[in-house]
C-alpha cells in the first residue's frame, strides 16, 4: 500500500521560504510520477509542481521561477523547495502519485503567508 506524508509547512512572512517533504512508501520512488497540487480555503485544489520518473519538472505558471523540485532516493522523498513566497501561495500543499493503476494522495501541509 502507497503511502505518502506531507510535512514543512507552516507560516512564514512574504518573500520567505519553505521546504516541503513528501515522504514516499509502498513504491519505488524512481519509477514514480510525483505531483504536487494545493488547495486554498474556499478555493478548488490547483496543480503546483510534477517530477516525472526521468527526473523532468514542470510548474504551475503562478510559482514558475520560485519553487524547485528534488528528489532523494535514499529517502524516498520529494521535496519542493518554495522561494520568494507570497500570500497567494497560502494553501494545504498535498502530494499525490499514480501507482499501479491508482491514485494515492497524502493528507497534507498547511503553508500560511503572512505579514
Known amino acids: 500500500q502507497v503511502r505518502l506524508v506531507e510535512s514543512g509547512g507552516g507560516s512564514v512572512q512574504p518573500g520567505g521560504s519553505l521546504r516541503l517533504s513528501c515522504a514516499a512508501s509502498g513504491l519505488v520512488l524512481s519509477l514514480a510520477t510525483m505531483r504536487w497540487y494545493r488547495q486554498a480555503p474556499g478555493q478548488e485544489r490547483d496543480w503546483v509542481a510534477t517530477?516525472?520518473?526521468?527526473?523532468?519538472?514542470d510548474f504551475n505558471e503562478a510559482v514558475k521561477g520560485r519553487f524547485t523540485l528534488s528528489r532523494d532516493y535514499a529517502r524516498s522523498t520529494v521535496y519542493l523547495q518554495m522561494d520568494s513566497l507570497k500570500p497567494e501561495d497560502s494553501a494545504v500543499y498535498s502530494c499525490s502519485t499514480d501507482w499501479r493503476g491508482r491514485t494515492f494522495w497524502g493528507k497534507g501541509t498547511l503553508v500560511t503567508v503572512s505579514s
Open positions: 517530477i516525472t520518473r526521468d527526473g523532468t519538472t
